[in-house]
């Protein structure tokens, strides 16, 4: 009962997470998984992406039916990202390790805190007005960013993109999270598949519950984005943002 607890509050979390802001699962299953329930840290990560797949997947799919996705360039992004991730995990293994394990965390707070002092006001009508030329290249330019970052350093790839997809790309906020939850449908489906394959399968029970808790969490979240305005959106997604950075942050100095 404990396992199916920890499991479905840390599903509530990361999929609140995927569903307003496209964050990864890994930045809040991982740790609770690993704290409450002493799982390794390779075999939580691997649950984690697993419970990414179907809710970015449900995610991605609202979000694209209330044309709030950007495919063509979230394919060009994701080719890169997934190519510069390999880069970066080889370049990784040729330097000391950082202390860069709350990376993502200190990320997901402060980009929480940014959208509730700073809203994405940008609209779809100013997206528009790029050149598909322009577009094309700063989708290739990002995605080779984030790849690298994340497999070099291993975390803070939906944080990433969502931040490179407001700040930098000039994406109205729907659209970045939509754009953002497609790209990570694939990247967790690639990184639960690799980690199940060289660490085995891991525990049926976490596996399952925490890949439903997810997935029914980041379907409401999504539901709720699409729907509301973009104040109130932003102000949503600053909140839940900044609550799952602070208590990933508490849950990690429990460890």
Request: net charge positive; hydrophobic share 55%.
């Amino acid at each position: 009962m404990y396992k199916l607890l920890i499991c479905f509050i840390a599903g509530i979390g990361a999929g609140l997470g995927t569903g307003f802001a496209g964050m990864s699962a890994a930045a809040v299953i991982s740790p609770m998984l690993i704290t409450f329930l002493g799982l390794p840290a390779y075999e939580a990560v691997g649950i984690a992406l697993a419970s990414d797949v179907l809710a970015s997947a449900v995610s991605a799919y609202t979000y694209g039916k209330n044309r709030n996705l950007d495919i063509r360039n979230g394919l060009i992004m994701m080719a890169a990202v997934l190519l510069f991730t390999l880069f970066g995990s080889w370049a990784a293994s040729l330097v000391p390790n950082a202390a860069m394990g709350n990376f993502s965390v200190f990320m997901t707070l402060l980009l929480g805190i940014k959208f509730i002092v700073k809203p994405v006001m940008t609209t779809k009508e100013s997206m528009g007005a790029v050149s598909v030329r322009k577009r094309v290249i700063q989708s290739a330019a990002s995605g080779t960013v984030v790849g690298f970052i994340c497999g070099f350093i291993g975390a803070g790839g939906g944080m990433m993109m969502l931040l490179l997809l407001t700040s930098v790309l000039g994406y109205e906020l729907k659209t970045a999270v939509g754009t953002s939850v497609f790209i990570m449908t694939f990247t967790a489906l690639t990184g639960s598949v690799s980690h199940f394959a060289i660490g085995g399968f891991p525990d049926v029970v976490c596996l399952v519950c925490c890949i439903l808790s997810t997935l029914l969490w980041a379907r409401v979240a999504a539901l709720f984005a699409n729907k509301a305005s973009a104040v109130t959106l932003n102000r949503a997604t600053g909140v839940v943002l900044a609550i799952l950075g602070t208590a990933v942050l508490a849950v990690n100095y429990l460890k």
